[in-house]
């Protein structure tokens, strides 16, 4: 077995066989290269031949998921030009989010706005959904007093001073916050906001997480698509929109609308 091994993975740095005899003590520091090099393949000696993985089997379920979206019914899908132009201005705003994005982020943020932690999963679908949508049963006018507009009950909109505050990780992480709301529920003007936001400030190429995460998105708008009974339904530009930059601009094509 040991043969085999070399054979397919040659050294490339020659190595005699460590003879472990001749008094080698591993918590003396290498004096030499030979030594260092004895003590690495000394090390990878001790390890197993198999090593099994821990697997949590709650989030192997959560990301588990089939490839390829709903058709949408007839009259529902968007035309390829429609399609074309929504990338294109994507595509624009985009680039505007990355020229500007140290000029906002050096903008103060209004004493009302209080960023949760990048791991704060509930804080931050308060943050962007507002806790009107979190708490379940109907939630009567706001009482307070002030003027203005009570974002802690509406939800913050993506501003752009707000984005560009948040590095490649936070963006993932709350993505995937609103995609997994967004899988067991219906879809809102709020949500839409913010999958676009965070959709711009997603940086190409995807990372792993992000094309999973992206990927389920998608499917997820095709599927609330198929509950919505009229095409004139202010959702379905929207869900179209989120299905066609997921497949278009990030170059998931075999997610893409197709003309009916």
Same mark, same amino acid.
């Given at each position: 077995?040991?043969?085999?091994?070399?054979?397919?993975? $040659?050294?490339?740095?020659?190595?005699?066989?460590?003879?472990?005899?001749?008094?080698?003590?591993?918590?003396?520091?290498?004096?030499?290269?030979?030594?260092? /090099?004895?003590?690495?393949?000394?090390?990878?000696?001790?390890?197993?031949?198999?090593?099994?993985?821990?697997?949590?089997?709650?989030?192997?379920?959560?990301?588990?998921?089939?490839?390829?979206?709903?058709?949408?019914?007839?009259?529902?899908? $968007?035309?390829?030009?429609?399609?074309?132009?929504?990338?294109?201005?994507?595509?624009?705003?985009?680039?505007?989010?990355?020229?500007?994005?140290?000029?906002?982020?050096?903008?103060?943020?209004?004493?009302?706005?209080?960023?949760?932690?990048?791991?704060?999963?509930?804080?931050?679908?308060?943050?962007?959904?507002?806790?009107?949508?979190?708490?379940?049963?109907?939630?009567?006018?706001?009482?307070?007093?002030?003027?203005?507009?009570?974002?802690?009950?509406?939800?913050?909109?993506?501003?752009?001073?707000?984005?560009?505050?948040? =590095?490649?990780?936070?963006?993932?992480?709350?993505?995937?916050?609103?995609? =997994?709301?967004?899988?067991?529920? =219906?879809?809102?003007?709020?949500?839409?906001?913010?999958?676009?936001?965070?959709?711009?400030?997603?940086?190409? $190429?995807?990372?792993?997480?992000?094309?999973?995460?992206?990927?389920? /998105?998608?499917?997820?708008?095709?599927?609330?698509? /198929? /509950?919505?009974?009229?095409?004139?339904?202010?959702?379905?530009?929207?869900?179209?929109?989120?299905?066609?930059?997921?497949?278009?601009?990030?170059?998931?094509?075999?997610?893409?609308?197709?003309?009916?």
């Amino acid at each position: 077995m040991e043969s085999v091994v070399e054979e397919l993975m $040659p050294r490339l740095l020659p190595v005699e066989p460590c003879d472990v005899t001749e008094g080698f003590d591993p918590s003396v520091p290498p004096k030499t290269p030979q030594e260092y /090099l004895r003590r690495v393949q000394l090390e990878a000696a001790q390890c197993p031949d198999v090593v099994v993985a821990q697997i949590d089997p709650k989030k192997l379920k959560r990301r588990q998921t089939l490839s390829g979206c709903q058709p949408a019914p007839e009259g529902y899908s $968007p035309t390829v030009q429609w399609q074309q132009q929504q990338v294109a201005q994507f595509s624009t705003v985009r680039q505007s989010v990355n020229k500007h994005r140290d000029h906002w982020k050096s903008q103060q943020l209004d004493s009302n706005v209080t960023m949760p932690k990048s791991e704060d999963e509930e804080g931050w679908k308060k943050f962007c959904l507002g806790e009107r949508l979190l708490v379940e049963g109907t939630v009567g006018p706001a009482t307070n007093e002030s003027p203005g507009i009570d974002y802690i009950q509406i939800g913050f909109p993506p501003l752009l001073s707000i984005v560009s505050r948040m =590095n490649q990780a936070t963006v993932t992480s709350v993505l995937e916050y609103l995609s =997994n709301w967004f899988g067991e529920r =219906n879809f809102t003007p709020e949500l839409g906001r913010w999958l676009y936001a965070l959709l711009a400030c997603l940086e190409k $190429p995807l990372l792993p997480e992000a094309h999973s995460l992206i990927r389920q /998105l998608a499917r997820r708008c095709s599927e609330v698509r /198929l /509950l919505v009974d009229n095409k004139d339904d202010e959702r379905v530009p929207a869900l179209n929109l989120l299905i066609c930059l997921v497949s278009r601009y990030f170059d998931q094509r075999d997610l893409a609308d197709e003309p009916s």
